[in-house]
């Protein structure tokens, strides 16, 4: 039951923020109908978008709006959204869905980066710079952390990585 879900989820990120913890909401946008896991491969959600919002997302909003500080990304394949991408990489999913139509403000962090359904597909650095480009403010557990930071730091030195994304980027983060 979404709503139910919703309330309690709400009532957890109130209580949380108000004793000073930043709640995380996790893993967007929600692995409930799905028994994949991105551990070992990329799951994928087929519902439609309208019952994607409806169900899995509408936690989320209701984390969302009561202030819930992160969220972490999940490795899905969110077909409504962005068939074949993991929303960890995804700019339609990240910054389209969770910032746009959900108005989240606060800071994106990744879902380990070293899972299988980023690894599989993406080398470390390529990964890191895709999941940045996507929205993500920070990255948890690259798995070759050198070739992530090589790859971001390429990335920005070629402009592919605009340093303005960079900046919104570490001052949610400082603000946080």
């Known amino acids: 039951n979404p ?4 309330q309690r989820v709400a009532a957890a990120v109130r209580g949380y923020e108000r004793a000073g913890v930043a709640a995380t909401l996790k893993h967007f946008p929600g692995h409930g109908h799905t028994s994949a896991d991105s551990h070992e491969e990329l799951p994928v959600l087929r519902q439609s ?15 969302i709006t009561a202030g819930a500080s992160l969220v972490m990304t999940g490795h899905l394949d969110v077909q409504a959204v962005d068939p074949g991408v993991p929303a960890t990489l995804s700019r339609k999913v990240l910054v389209d869905l969770l910032r746009g139509d959900l108005r989240f403000k ?14 599989k597909k993406y080398p470390a650095g ?26 971001l730091l390429g ?3 070629s402009g592919r990585l605009p340093r303005a994304q960079l900046v919104e980027s570490a001052t949610r983060i400082l603000t946080l």
Request: hydrophobic share 55%; net charge negative; proline share 5%.
């Open 3 to 6: 709503a139910l879900v919703g």
């Open 49 to 63: 978008r309208s019952q994607l919002m409806a169900g899995d997302v509408a936690p989320f909003s209701a984390g």
């Open 106 to 119: 606060g800071v994106v962090v990744s879902d380990a980066m070293n899972m299988a359904a980023i690894t």
């Open 126 to 151: 390529e990964a890191a710079v895709r999941a940045v480009l996507a929205g993500n403010d920070i990255l948890l557990m690259p798995p070759d952390l050198r070739a992530a930071q090589q790859g």
């Open 155 to 157: 990335a920005v030195r």
